[in-house]
């Protein structure tokens, strides 16, 4: 399984654009990279999902280099309501029963006023 | 409308009791996930299932259990809830196609055990 380092935390301020760096060395052949939002005292939420060059969608921008061992998470323009827990987890479609995804420590995100 | 549920959202009950966490998904998922997780700290996959009938451990030990006795459903039970048994219980469920790396979480269940 591989296994991903992110900051702990990183800090803010509304209207900026942040940039969430994943290192994920290990990546396999057929590993999705997965991005997770999490707000304090709820479930993680799904944001985004890529392999290979860039994804974007309403909420994020997700670039994966060419080798893939890391990827980042592109926040624009973000908001107080965007301060959360951002995971990032990598992962094939068909893991089976003895490589579950790992959500790990995530990055503490606060943006400030 | 599809979604997934968690009953009770909070619970705080005596050491001994047994209890039962509710875990129910609409939206047709084969794929369940029991994970724990105590404040300001990761999550950690406890009990997983791949459909009816299946149940598997997670990477964390848990003396709870789970049955999947139909697709919609994937309970978890203490036997005896003990003060090291509090913290958020999440459940979560995954879409066949996008398989673990897509997976909707409930509410969550914040127990505390006294």
């Known amino acids: 399984l591989a296994k991903t380092t992110q900051p702990i935390s990183m800090d803010s301020y509304e209207g900026q654009e942040v940039n969430i760096t994943c290192s994920h060395n290990?990546?396999?052949?057929?590993?999705?990279i997965t991005w997770y939002q999490q707000f304090p005292s709820q479930g993680p939420r799904f944001i985004i999902q890529?392999?290979?060059t860039k994804v974007t969608n309403e909420v994020a921008s997700l670039f994966i280099p060419a080798d893939r061992k890391s990827s980042t998470l592109s926040l624009p323009r973000v908001s107080l309501s965007d301060t959360a827990v951002y995971y990032c987890?990598?992962?094939?479609?068909?893991?089976?029963?003895?490589?579950?995804?790992?959500f790990g420590g995530g990055t503490r995100l606060m943006v400030k006023p | 409308e599809a979604d997934i549920y968690q009953t009770p959202r909070y619970l705080v009950i005596g050491t001994g009791k047994k209890i039962t966490l509710e875990c129910s998904q609409t939206?047709?998922?084969?794929?369940m996930y029991w994970y724990q997780q105590d404040p300001g700290m990761e999550l950690h996959l406890i009990h997983y299932?791949?459909?009816?009938?299946?149940?598997e451990k997670g990477d964390l030990s848990s003396e709870s259990t789970v049955s999947r006795i139909r697709t919609e459903h994937f309970p978890l039970t203490l036997e005896s809830a003990r003060p090291s048994h509090t913290s958020q219980y999440l459940c979560?469920?995954?879409?066949?196609?996008?398989?673990?790396?897509?997976?909707?979480f409930g509410p969550g269940t914040r127990l505390t055990v006294l």
């Open positions: 939206m047709g998922h084969d794929k």
């Open positions: 979560a469920s995954s879409d066949p196609s996008g398989g673990e790396s897509e997976q909707f």
């Open positions: 299932s791949y459909g009816v009938n299946s149940t």
């Open positions: 290990n990546i396999a052949t057929n590993d999705y």
């Open positions: 987890l990598v992962g094939g479609p068909n893991n089976n029963a003895g490589n579950m995804l790992t």
């Open positions: 890529g392999y290979k």
